[in-house]
């Protein structure tokens, strides 16, 4: 099965690296990297903490869309091309081929994220600042989480909706995710008692992706650390239960989808 | 004859509204548009008559806004307080910079609330520990201000008319470069002529300056700047007077002043009438100094400084 497992993951990085969608995503966004970088700010050096903040937005923005993009046509295609039929009449089941797919798109999340890394890290070094490496490997593996939490849904969603509408809904879940959680803390107080048990219900069965984004602590580290064993253990752990759903999701709606 | 569909009307209206939109956004200048966190409504009343103007220029004002509010994070080490801070809290009074400097705004609320008042649970704990946040009871530390200035440089480029921007983005620079800090206030200046508060900030920047220099080794430059400082401290205190309510009288308590002439202006205005007679009479005329300090004690009346000013000048 893990052989079987990592021949569908592989394909589908391939073909993400040969449709060169990364690269042009990648190439795209390090130019708007490199633009920032470029910003004459009253001739002053060093400005790093500006730099820092908006070139890991960018890679995060970049990286997210890319993931429900990818993930989103991963399914629809291969019923659309019939595909599916050839795979599916080999000895795969279909957890394996779902899970393939899951880890595929994961992979090409990281070979984004490790382009990514690399341009930030050369201009961070570039401007004279310093890399609070702790925080910024942290800062990557909780961005990979949500990449994992985006991924499942994307693949359930692509398999409730058309790819239109999936990518639609999970790019703007992406997107609005932090927005949702300041509302809700912020209205929470104003809100009537159904109000509250509704916001309350949100915000648990919604996954808060601001937990995992360290950008703000990983653009001011030098007044704030690492964070500990514990609060990762957790944060994983949370990850993990979104992820895990949206992939039960997705494969249910994939099971009952007739071949 | 054949009726239009609702399609094709609003087809053509889009395509006359296209075609009308030079005439409509004609008046999109920046001179036409004024508004933002950095002035009052009424300022603002007065300012604004266009409605598209109104409509679009919001969108420029709210950007300079959200800069603004992201620069109190960044004086705050990333920790997300409900606004609270004003241009005095942001120009500490001649020093240099604020670095781990505390000032006394404990008790003002985070964003992200308190383990007692969060309706999360264990969201709520680890979006504590993952965000930068510090208990609200906690002192406020202020980091090194350098790190703002690209936002300062952001919020004026956004809206020219952003006053604050620039009166605060070059009291920071100051420390750093005080020529760029010359360069960026006077580019405020260029864009806001009638705003007051550039001029007395670009007189307090001249000022300071003279701090920096040996009385005995340069005293002719000392000179000059002050000269500078004082026709700037002229300018802002001439400016400010125009702009006061005429029928403004000073409140007993900060808490009376209202959105109309705030606090942080009638500081500035008498601070550039107080510097400006202060100037004219050591490097001017002590005749014009005269006549200037009692102009400005009709309007600023009771002002102790003038006062005694007039009490030295006096024959």
Redesign the interface.
Known sequence: MPLKLWLIARSVLIEAIRRREVYAIVLVSTLLIISIMG?D????KE????YRESALKVMSIATGLTVVVLAARQLPREFEMRTIYTLMARPISRTTFLAGKLFGVMLAAAFCFLLFTLVYLVGTLYLGGDIPWVLFAQHVYLQLLTMLILASLSFWLSMMLNLDAAITIGSLFFLLAAMF??VS??I?DYADAFG?FV??IG??IIP?L?????S??T??A???SA?DFT?MA??TG?ALIFAAAYFALAMLWFRKREL | MKKSSPSSLILIAALVLYLASPVLTSRLEPNDYAGGRSRDSFDRSIRNSSAIAMLLGEVRMSASDLIFIKTER?LH??IAYVPHLEREDLTPDLSENGEGEEDDHAGTPT???TTET???G??GV??R????WRDPSAAH?H?EG??L???Y?LMTIADPQYVRGYTIGSWW?KG??PE?AIE?IKEGIENNPDAFQVYYMLGRIYFEQTRELDPLAEGLQIRELNELARDNFVTAARLGLQERPDDWTPPKTPEEFTEEWDEGREDDLRGAARLGVLLEQKYGDSERALELAREYLIELAPDGVLERRIDELAP
Not at chain 1, 41 to 44: S, V
Not at chain 1, 47 to 50: G, V
Not at chain 2, 129 to 132: I, L, T, Y
């Open positions: 910003i700010f009253f001739g002053l400005l790093t903490k500006f959680t300041n803390m912020y929470y509250r916001i309350k915000t648990f808060q601001t937990l995992l984004d360290l703000e602590r653009t001011h030098q007044s704030w964070l609060t957790m944060l949370y | 960044y080490e990333g964003l992200i609330p969060d309706f999360r264990v969201i680890l979006h520990r993952v965000k930068p530390n980091t350098t790190e200035l690209p936002w440089r620079l750093i470069d760029k960026f």
